[in-house]
Structures are given as structure tokens and as C-alpha cells.
């Protein structure tokens, strides 16, 4: 797949949602992509770690998530206003949780479709030694069907289905990861893209997996992305796997950024 596309895929964030719930209906169009600006005499490459104003109107709840992760700090400037410095690989801080194992209605790992999609995934990795990278490979070669079409699926459905956007990639790796024996969660955030020309930001999902005792950031839908650098900045974690998870899917959404401005790479 050409990275144009994975990227237009990968960046399309709940999309079919929008319609489902109306309340955020507004506030989607601009989730796909976030405004953002180089300060002024800003060149590329940036450094591994920059700093942006980031525009929101819950910039307060915002910062009080973000305190929850090592690598990024939020200072307030104005009502709607924070002064973040972000590193690529922010890390959550918080120790698991039994949720973050679970057999969910979202990440339901009893269902048939999601048994034999981690039946392959230990068919294909049996004589290998484990290693993080194979969940992303693996949730990478198995949605054949990259497209943002279905809003959010549940693990069980996307296994089946073999299709979604950054949502699905991010609910079926949670889902192997727990089938697999490891604690996983859902974030939904923004993640600052830098190509060779190009600075962008998009809203996007990403799984975390505990492993070898600390979170790490794992991302199947963007795991062929030709990018120099990403920067993830999260918003909130899909807080209900229950029936009623488009509810917590909407307190993550009003979290999310509406621009970002004088972006700028931090010695």
C-alpha cells in the first residue's frame, strides 16, 4: 500500500460515529485532520522533543489527562490554551489494571472470529521469540481492507470483517495482546506526523501494552508509514468496553485539540 493512502486510512478517526451520535457530529469533520504551525524560522528535522501551543476548549481536563503520562508536560497559558512539550513516545505512568485485561463487549476475546484471528497470529509467530513488533506486523498484514467506512467495530467484528481505520487496527491489537496473556487499552489522541517536506497533525487511535513492567505505545495502522518522526499526544483512554462505549468514546473526543500553533523543536 502506497503511504498516501495508509495515511489518509490510518488518520480517519470514527467517521461513521459521528452520525450515530450527534453531539459530536460537529466536532468530527475536523478530528481527520488538526491545524498546525511552525513557529516562525522553524526548519526541518525537528528535534525528538518539541513544544506547541495546543487550542481547546477543555484544555483543563486535557492537562489533568496528560499529567497521567512521562514525556509530556501541559502548562496552562490561557482558558484555552496549553503550553505542551511533547517527546515521540510519551509513556503512561498509571499502574494496570484488571480492566485492561478483560474479556470486554468491545475487546471480546470469546468470540469465535476473535479465537481464530489470534489462532493465526500464534500459528504464523510459534517458533519465533515474542517481540512487540510482531503485534503490529501481524494486525498490519491481517486487515486487508484499510478504509473508514464502518465508524468503530468491535474486536470480534473486525477480525472478522478484516476491515477499518485506525479504530479497528487499535481495537484488534488490544484484543491479541490480551488473548495473549499482556494488559492493552485503547487511546484516542492526535499524532504529529513529519515527513521530509511536511509537518502534520491528525486525530488518531493507538493501543497500549504493558510489557516487561511499563506501558508502551503500540501502532498497527500506521506500522508502514514512511514518516521521519511521530509524535503521539494522547487524549484519553477508552475508559468503557462496555455496551455503552460510544459514551466514553464521546468524553475523548471533546478532549481532542483544535489547533496547533507555533510548533518548535526543543534543544
Known amino acids: 500500500m502506497r503511504s498516501s493512502?495508509?495515511?489518509?486510512?490510518?488518520f480517519s478517526l470514527l467517521f461513521g460515529f459521528a452520525f450515530t451520535y450527534t453531539a459530536s457530529a460537529q466536532s468530527v469533520p475536523s478530528m481527520a485532520e488538526i491545524g498546525?504551525?511552525?513557529?516562525?524560522?522553524?526548519?526541518?528535522?525537528?528535534?525528538?522533543?518539541?513544544?506547541?501551543?495546543?487550542?481547546?476548549?477543555?484544555?483543563?481536563?486535557?492537562?489533568?489527562?496528560?499529567?497521567?503520562?512521562?514525556?509530556?508536560?501541559?502548562?496552562?497559558?490561557?482558558?484555552?490554551?496549553?503550553?505542551?512539550?511533547?517527546s515521540s513516545m510519551p509513556r503512561f505512568m498509571k499502574p494496570v489494571q484488571d480492566k485492561h485485561s478483560a474479556d470486554s463487549f468491545v475487546v471480546d476475546l470469546s468470540e469465535p472470529s476473535t479465537k481464530a484471528f489470534v489462532a493465526s497470529y500464534q500459528q504464523a509467530?510459534?517458533?519465533?521469540?515474542?517481540e512487540l513488533e510482531h503485534l503490529t506486523a501481524f494486525v498490519d498484514s491481517y486487515i486487508v481492507d484499510p478504509n473508514y467506512i464502518h465508524g468503530f467495530n468491535i474486536a470480534s467484528v473486525?477480525?472478522?470483517?478484516?476491515?477499518?481505520d485506525c479504530t479497528e487496527y487499535a481495537v484488534l491489537t488490544a484484543a491479541l495482546a490480551r488473548a495473549l496473556g499482556?494488559?492493552?487499552k485503547v487511546i484516542i489522541g492526535t499524532v504529529i506526523v513529519e515527513q521530509n517536506d511536511s509537518v502534520n497533525a491528525f486525530g488518531h487511535a493507538w493501543t497500549e501494552v504493558w510489557h516487561d513492567g511499563q506501558w508502551h505505545i503500540v501502532d498497527s495502522a500506521l506500522y508502514r508509514l514512511e514518516a521521519t518522526q511521530h509524535f503521539y499526544l494522547p487524549a484519553s483512554e477508552l475508559d468503557n468496553e462496555g455496551p455503552g462505549y460510544g459514551m466514553g468514546l464521546v468524553r475523548a473526543f471533546v478532549l481532542m485539540p483544535e489547533q496547533l500553533l507555533s510548533l518548535r523543536s526543543k534543544p
Open 36 to 86: 498546525i504551525e511552525l513557529a516562525e524560522g522553524q526548519v526541518l528535522p525537528l528535534s525528538k522533543q518539541i513544544n506547541f501551543e495546543l487550542v481547546s476548549s477543555n484544555s483543563n481536563k486535557l492537562a489533568i489527562n496528560l499529567a497521567s503520562w512521562d514525556g509530556v508536560t501541559a502548562e496552562q497559558v490561557s482558558d484555552n490554551r496549553l503550553s505542551i512539550t511533547l
Open 125 to 130: 509467530y510459534a517458533d519465533a521469540p515474542f
Open 182 to 184: 499482556m494488559s492493552a
Open 158 to 164: 473486525v477480525a472478522s470483517q478484516r476491515s477499518g
Open 5 to 10: 493512502t495508509r495515511l489518509s486510512i490510518g
